[in-house]
């Protein structure tokens, strides 16, 4: 995978996150439904504990998409190819060039 690859996986990966993390705010809603019994409490209570373990998983999940940013910028930086040290070169030679045509020439 390229970079820009790398880079659509995270966004697709933090949108799941995302989702997750809607998906506990939809469940923690669930606590405010007037149903009154002792099962109505050990209900609330498990959706709780859910709701509360899938905003975690939304936060390793986010972990997952910041790894893949930061490894797309080092697939990037490990293959551009070598233009400015290339580049660079021809300027230094162009000016030793330069400086010994100036000078007279080699000797």
């Known amino acids: 995978m390229d970079g820009d690859e790398l880079r659509r996986l995270a966004t697709r990966v933090t949108a799941v996150a995302e989702q997750a993390r809607r998906v506990a705010v939809r469940a923690g ?5 007037s149903w009154q019994s002792a099962a109505a409490e050990a209900f609330r209570a498990r959706l709780a504990e859910e ?3 899938v905003r ?3 936060g390793e999940v986010d972990s997952v998409a ?3 940013m930061r490894h797309a910028q080092a697939v ?6 070598l233009v400015l040290p290339v580049a660079a070169a021809g300027v230094l030679a ?3 060039w330069r400086a ?3 000078a ?4």
């Open 94 to 96: 162009g000016r030793v």
């Open 104 to 107: 007279g020439g080699p000797r």
């Open 51 to 53: 709701a509360h373990a």
């Open 56 to 58: 975690g998983a939304a």
């Open 29 to 33: 809603g669930v606590s405010g439904v």
């Open 76 to 81: 990037e930086v490990a293959c551009t190819p």
């Open 66 to 68: 910041r790894a893949l």
């Open 100 to 102: 010994t045509t100036e």
